[in-house]
């Protein structure tokens, strides 16, 4: 089970950190992404982590302004976005997907997903 949780309205140039917390998962063999759909738009992939290999995704439209990591000891990811934009806005959403290999591709079928929390970015 997955739950997203730290959405909120922010201004552009601000920063929110998102969470997902897992439960009954082996946390260490699974990837997780982080993935949103803003409104009218199609669900895309933003970030991905590998907790097994350690290996990180990011989409070119989040370099340089979202990191993803992750706490194994808390059995949680976690996806800090800075200098937000309006673009931004949407349904972020994590999902899981166990993992047999290296690196993380928003293109594998991830089949657990959590609730997701709204990021709003306006002033």
């Known amino acids: 089970q997955l739950q997203a949780y730290g959405g909120g309205l922010v201004q552009p140039g601000g920063s929110l950190r998102l969470s997902c917390a897992a439960s009954?998962?082996?946390?260490?063999?699974?990837?997780i992404a982080w993935f949103r759909q803003a409104p009218g738009k199609e669900r895309e992939g933003v970030a991905c982590?590998?907790?097994?290999?350690?290996?990180?995704t990011l989409v070119d439209s989040v370099k340089g302004r979202f990191t993803v990591s992750s706490d194994n000891a808390k059995n949680a990811v976690y996806l800090q976005m800075n200098n937000l934009k309006p673009e931004d806005t949407a349904v972020y959403y994590c999902?899981?997907?166990?993992?047999?290999?290296?690196?993380?591709?928003?293109?594998?079928?991830?089949?657990?997903w959590g609730q997701g929390t709204l990021v709003t970015v306006s002033s």
């Open positions: 999902a899981a997907i166990l993992v047999h290999s290296g690196g993380c591709f928003l293109s594998w079928g991830f089949a657990s």
């Open positions: 982590i590998n907790n097994k290999e350690g290996d990180t």
């Open positions: 009954g998962i082996t946390f260490n063999d699974y990837a």
